[in-house]
């Protein structure tokens, strides 16, 4: 009895990360601007559109979890070879600055 629910929680809580993880993949997948894909050098916003969008279908509808770790994994290499490649064409993330900059510029402790 015990373990089935211990079973039953493990299940629901990797379903939700699953789903949380290709869910924020498809919204920022359908932020970032269309030429950027290309100018990147990646597979089209359309086609990370259309792989992200399955790999949500399937996390919300189909409880296979062999289909639910193929649509983690092109999740994950949307985050880790994607995102960083748009960013960095699109301008985004750190500029380089030092860690203590601030809005207006650097931050020296009020000296």
């Not at 979890?65 to 993330?93: E, H, K, M, N």
């Not at 860690?99 to 650097?106: E, L, M, N």
């Amino acid at each position: 009895m015990l373990r089935a629910g211990f079973d039953f929680t493990l299940w629901l809580v990797l379903d939700l990360v699953f789903l949380v993880t290709s869910v924020t993949a498809l919204i920022m997948a359908a932020l970032a601007r269309k030429d950027a894909y290309t100018a990147a050098d990646k597979q089209t916003k359309n086609f990370w559109l259309i792989i992200l969008g399955i790999t949500v279908a399937v996390n919300l509808f189909v409880s296979v979890l062999f289909l639910s770790i193929a649509g983690l994994i092109a999740s994950i290499v949307f985050f880790v070879d994607v995102r960083p490649a748009l960013a960095q064409v699109s301008g985004g993330g750190r500029r380089g600055g030092s860690s203590s900059d601030g809005p207006y510029g650097p931050y020296n402790g009020g000296r």
